[in-house]
């Protein structure tokens, strides 16, 4: 699929921002404004953001509406996600989000080349589309969903692949839950390089 860049990335199709607390990964607890953007190729059955996927449902967007909307809450950390963020050239978002003093968190499957500049990069590979080889030594965390016993090998692969210092993370996939976290707590206890993240914010009845 073709994503319409319009104007370098000066207008991006918002899905929606709202204010709320990060559930998982590292950043789990924090308070962050989400931008969501629309758009993403990867295909993964289990996605809970399937009305992402096509970004011409989404009216682009220009980046100072975005980040001025932003300014309106409290917030000090940003997370960009999706959809892939990745389809569009994000340098003109970060640039001014960051002009502002804000953190900004990316959240990708790194199927596409990075751009921008972000204090913190969530790696989530989808064996779909497995994620460019550039990103692998910038990811800060790596992000496995444990749907079934072979992620595990998918988990392994990419942690190979990953800087040193790179924070690494077993989530079970939503539906999985039941069946897969006694056996991630297990995985986990017998291979402690690896630390569970949950999907906090679906306890919480939270976006
Ligand atoms: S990469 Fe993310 S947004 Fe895209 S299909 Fe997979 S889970 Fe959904």
Redesign the pocket.
């Known amino acids: 699929m073709k994503f319409p860049i319009l104007k370098e990335g000066a207008l991006l199709p918002l899905v929606e921002s709202f204010y709320t607390i990060q559930g998982e990964g590292f950043n789990t607890g924090k308070p962050a404004y989400f931008i969501r953007l629309g758009g993403?190729d990867?295909?993964?059955s289990w996605?809970d953001?399937?009305e992402?996927?096509n970004p011409s449902l989404y009216p682009p967007v220009p980046v100072e509406d975005i980040v001025k909307e932003a300014l309106n809450y409290p917030a000090k950390a940003i997370v960009i996600t999706?959809?892939?963020p990745l389809n569009y050239p994000l340098e003109k978002l970060c640039s001014l989000l960051k002009s502002n003093g804000l953190e900004i968190f990316l959240e990708t499957?790194g199927?596409s080349s990075i751009s921008g500049n972000f204090d913190w990069i969530c790696l989530?590979p989808?064996k779909k589309k497995p994620p460019v080889q550039e990103i692998y030594k910038i990811a800060s965390e790596l992000k496995v969903i444990i749907e079934n016993e072979e992620d595990f090998i998918w988990a392994e692969k990419n942690k190979a692949l990953v800087g040193n210092n790179c924070m690494l993370y077993l989530q079970p996939e939503w539906s999985r839950i039941k069946t897969m976290l006694p056996v991630i707590i297990e995985y986990v206890k017998a291979n402690p390089c690896w630390n569970i993240s949950l999907q906090t914010h679906k306890y919480m009845n939270i976006p």
Do not use: F
């Open positions: 993403c990867v295909g993964c996605c953001a399937k992402t996927w999706g959809g892939e499957s199927s989530s989808k």
